[in-house]
């Protein structure tokens, strides 16, 4: 027993560690890390007949009319991200360095938020240049 649990320490701490790394945000294959976008616009929509929350982001990349899942938020394998809350969304945004300067929200027939519209600024836009889209 006195051997085991040392083995059983070092085999968590080294899958903890790794762990850690491996979890990694995209959006249509890019990295949100290498996002270097002063402004974006996120839309927070709710999951159809579930709890949980979904996150479309606009930084001005080029999408085909019907692939609206290329700007969702998804993981290393292309799954698609949930977030259990308007909140941790937001939340989520927040953490990757954008702050809110408007919302609007989509209200369905009953009065309930369907969805979201959230313009974000990105906290240090001092020094991005101006781009033309031609």
Do not use: W
Request: proline residues 4%; hydrophobic residues 35%; charged residues 25%.
């Amino acid at each position: 027993m006195k051997r085991f649990l040392p083995f059983v320490l070092i085999i968590f701490s080294c899958s903890n560690v790794s762990g850690n790394d491996t979890l990694r945000y995209f959006i249509k294959s890019k990295p949100i890390s290498e996002l270097n976008e002063p402004y974006i616009e996120a839309n927070l929509c709710r999951k159809p007949f579930s709890n949980k929350y979904f996150i479309d982001i606009d930084y001005g990349q080029e999408t085909a009319i019907f692939t609206l899942r290329e700007r969702r938020v998804s993981d290393k394998f292309g799954d698609n991200i949930e977030f259990p809350s308007r909140m941790a969304a937001l939340n989520f945004l927040v953490n990757i360095g954008y702050y809110i300067f408007d919302h609007q929200y989509t209200f369905d027939s009953s009065g309930d938020i369907t969805s979201q519209r959230l313009l974000l600024r990105h906290k240090n836009t001092a020094g991005h240049e101006l781009r033309r889209f031609d």
